[in-house]
């Protein structure tokens, strides 16, 4: 069974810096996606980074591209998010997923792409 847990959210102010974990178990496929979302009040739930397995490859949203860096841990099957100069706007939960395998995948970014979710860590930047 996949699970994904998330931790590392809380309440800071603009420009501080939050790094989120997500600790991953279960998977049975070699080359995976294991994304990060944000969904902020009363938004949709978007795509904020991804990494890929096999490689490492990172892909980051342009709205975050330089303040946020997302990375791994093969050995702790744990992948984190570094997120610094935090903005009000990065409000929101933030959920990793897992998808794959990769070659499936028609986008990092797609919600639809990812078939585990984790619960969701609450970040709340005030200005």
């Known amino acids: 069974e996949v699970q994904l847990v998330e931790s590392g959210g809380g309440l800071v102010q603009a420009g501080a810096s939050l790094r989120l974990s997500c600790a991953a178990s279960?998977?049975?496929?070699?080359?995976?996606?294991i994304g990060w979302f944000h969904q902020a009040p009363g938004k949709e739930r978007e795509g904020v980074s991804c990494?890929?397995?096999?490689?490492?490859?990172?892909y980051y949203a342009a709205s975050v591209k330089g303040r946020f860096t997302i990375s791994s841990d093969n050995a702790k099957k744990t992948v984190y998010l570094q997120m610094n100069s935090l903005k009000p706007e990065d409000t929101g939960v933030y959920y990793c997923?897992?998808?794959?395998?990769?070659?499936?995948?028609?986008?990092?970014?797609?919600?639809?792409?990812?078939?585990?979710w984790g619960q969701g860590t609450q970040v709340t930047v005030s200005s």
């Open positions: 997923a897992a998808g794959g395998p990769w070659a499936f995948l028609r986008s990092w970014y797609g919600v639809t792409e990812y078939n585990y």
């Open positions: 279960g998977f049975t496929f070699d080359d995976y996606a």
């Open positions: 990494i890929r397995s096999s490689d490492g490859s990172t």
